[in-house]
Nanobody, 126 residues
């Protein structure tokens, strides 16, 4: 069975940091771009970041550029999202998803991805 197990969420104060992890199994992890998508309460999904299958290219939404860093460890079949200088507007459920060659306008659509994991909640509040 395909599994994408996200973890690392929690409550953090504004300006703080968190590192999310997503452990993948059941598919050829190294063949897929990996993405983080978030959904804030009452809002639609928002694509956050992508890393290419080989890890050589990374992409970020403007809202997180300079504050978030995506990485992957192919030996552990895991993708990470290091989040710093967190803001209240970063509060959301964060999902990881596997998918390649997704056009920009479809990055926030869950059905665009081949595999989608369960989310982890990040709450930024004082």
């Amino acid at each position: 069975d395909v599994q994408l197990q996200a973890s690392g969420g929690g409550l953090v104060q504004p300006g703080g940091s968190l590192r999310l992890s997503c452990a993948a199994s059941g598919f050829a992890f190294g063949n897929y771009d990996m993405n983080w998508i978030r959904q804030a309460p009452g809002k639609g999904p928002e694509w956050v970041s992508r890393i290419s299958s080989g890890g050589g290219s990374t992409y970020y939404a403007d809202s997180v550029k300079g504050r978030f860093t995506i990485s992957r460890d192919i030996t552990k079949n895991t993708v990470y999202l290091q989040m710093s200088n967190l803001k209240p507007e970063d509060t959301a459920v964060y999902y990881c998803a596997a998918g390649s060659r997704i056009i920009y306008s479809m990055l926030g659509v869950p059905s665009s991805y081949d595999y989608w994991g369960q989310g982890t909640l990040v709450t930024v509040s004082s």
